[in-house]
């Protein structure tokens, strides 16, 4: 496939392919898992302030099936996209570089300080990514919000164009950034869990069991969308709750920031709540990185 293999087009070629790659993957996934990721969203804003019993999400979806509203589990579709093309490219795309630096100077290093070097590689990437697509994120989660609030409060955005435009000229530039810092933590966790762990796991696997490439990618996804989701539900919830917030009449925030969020909600929700839908958020992250490492792989195969 690289013809000119010293030449600087071949060179930037395969700079590029993992960035490109990645991007893809998350698209595709999210394509796939877009309907899932709605449900975690309402179950996350449910009930907000309050102790009280939520719905789960059989009776979420019940309900938007009985109102004939089956479309809107694609709210935010467009803002989901953008987010891929952005985040995903940017972390898969770092966490890769990052990884065949770590390869090249493996040479005599012990397996815990491999796998050091990968965690804080993943968790590099992560955060370095969620920066840039903080401004997406921030626009998804307020489009998949946006049905919550009564009929003539809502913004009914068009696009992700449409809702980034009226945020920016409502409340500020800066407000493309809400959430930025536990978004930043939760991509942080997320690719520790999902790219360090599903990378020992898939390493162990080939080491250790006669299982097929196909099946060792598959088993380490697995490992890896179970971990990402129990390091990243806490900074996920608290990111949907400050990415979500508006002034209230009296010109105030609900929330000053992710320690005053953090706080709130453990007072006056309890702790538990921050790990409340985790088997909605399970099904939504474990198969999103299941179908990007796959596709991921596929392309390179491809590639080659």
């Excluded at 065949?100 to 796998?115: D, H, M, N, P, Y």
């Excluded at 929330?255 to 005053?260: F, L």
């Amino acid at each position: 496939m690289y013809p000119l293999a010293n030449t600087k087009r071949s060179n930037f070629t395969r700079a590029v392919l993992p960035f490109c790659n990645g991007g893809f993957a998350g698209i595709v996934a999210t394509c796939i898992i877009q309907p899932v990721d709605f449900l975690k969203v309402r179950m996350q804003l449910a009930g907000e302030g309050a102790k009280a019993a939520r719905p789960s999400a059989f009776e979420i979806t019940k309900q938007i099936v009985a109102q004939g509203k089956l479309l809107d589990m694609y709210s935010g579709l467009s803002a989901g996209l953008l987010r891929q093309s952005i985040y995903t490219t940017a972390r898969m795309g770092l966490f890769d570089t990052f990884k065949k630096t770590i390869a090249s100077r493996a040479a005599g290093k012990g397996e815990f300080e491999i796998l050091l070097e990968t965690s804080v590689a993943a968790a590099s990437a992560g955060g370095i990514a969620a920066i840039f697509g903080n401004p997406a994120d921030l626009a998804l989660i307020r489009m998949q919000s946006d049905g919550l609030k009564p009929v003539n409060q809502r913004a009914n955005y068009s696009s992700v164009i449409d809702a980034v435009s009226r945020i920016t000229r409502s409340e500020g530039p800066r407000a493309l950034f809400n959430g930025a810092y536990p978004s930043i933590v939760r991509a942080m966790a997320l690719n520790f869990g999902q790219l360090a762990c599903s990378d020992v796991a898939k390493r162990h696997l080939k080491a250790n069991t006669n299982m097929s490439a196909y099946e060792q990618i598959l088993a380490s996804a697995v490992v890896g969308g179970f971990f990402a989701s129990f390091f990243s539900l806490p900074f996920d919830f608290v990111k949907t709750r400050l990415q979500k917030q508006q002034k209230g009449p009296d010109g105030v925030l609900p929330y000053k920031g992710m320690i005053n969020c953090f706080q709130k909600v453990a007072k006056q929700e309890g702790v538990f709540r921050f790990y409340r839908g985790f088997g909605t958020y399970l099904v939504r992250i474990s198969p999103h990185a299941i179908i990007t490492l796959l596709v991921v792989d596929a392309l390179k195969s491809f590639q080659k």
